[in-house]
């Protein structure tokens, strides 16, 4: 059963671990029983949605029937967790980020999605080249580039990195979920979203950005 989301990229500072956060809330608020699994050693999404700090490698914590976070950061090669896939509807990978351990989870796992967060941090070229290595390595992979705090859509940058994006395969999703200042604000404090209580603008236009990125990946992850 292949029921996992990849999130990942060869560098950090791209919203890789915020983005996986978003997506397991989403999905444990949609009633699906969801593993979240943090790979990367930082162990930020493990804490961000336990409330706490992992004791050891391999910790389980149970948030509700719908939602359970794993604590397996991966230090050198052959790391990865024993997974249970069919006791979940699905799986959500936050992974290390640098090259080597992005692309041997990849090659081991074959993520059914893989999202990769694309920000200004990375140039054109290098956002380039981690969309086609994870497509190389994985070709069964859909690959979705979420395009995030990017110049405009109008710019050639951004028309640009579209355009190979999808000469490689790869998949493009708008998304500015990061620009809401309830997100920002979720992530400085470094809690899970649900934790982040209030209204306004900025809490609905991010639900809403999160909710149009979940729907994507499900389109995908559903063959269409």
């Known amino acids: ?30 009633g699906l029983k969801t593993l979240a699994v943090d790979t990367d050693p930082q162990a930020n999404m493990y804490s961000w949605l336990s409330g706490q700090k992992a004791k050891k490698r391999g910790d389980y914590f149970k948030i509700d029937e719908h939602l359970t976070v794993l604590s397996s950061p991966i230090k050198e090669a052959g790391d990865l967790p024993k997974i249970k896939a069919d006791n979940y509807d699905r799986i959500i990978i ?21 999202l990769i967060p694309i920000t ?7 956002a380039v080249e981690v969309m086609k290595i994870v497509k190389e390595v994985s070709p069964g992979s859909v690959v979705i580039g979420v395009l995030n705090n990017l110049p405009p859509v109008h710019t050639p940058f951004y028309q640009e990195l579209c355009k190979k994006g ?7 999703h708008h998304s500015p979920i990061r620009h809401s200042t309830w997100a920002v604000r979720a992530e400085e404090e470094g809690v899970g979203l ?12 991010f639900l809403t950005d999160l909710k149009a990125l979940t729907e994507t990946v499900e389109l995908y992850y559903n063959g269409n």
Request: zero cysteines; charged letters at 30%.
């Open 166 to 172: 999808r000469e490689i395969g790869v998949k493009m």
């Open 1 to 30: 059963m292949n029921n996992m989301i990849l999130i990942g990229n060869f560098r950090g500072g791209v919203g890789k671990t915020f983005l996986s956060t978003s997506i397991s809330e989403e999905y444990r608020n949609r």
């Open 94 to 114: 936050d992974t290390p980020p640098n090259a080597d351990a992005l692309t041997e989870i990849v090659l081991t796992w074959k993520p059914k999605i893989v």
């Open 194 to 205: 649900g934790k982040i209580r209030g209204k306004g603008r900025g809490r609905e236009a």
């Open 120 to 126: 200004a941090r990375l140039s054109r070229d290098g």
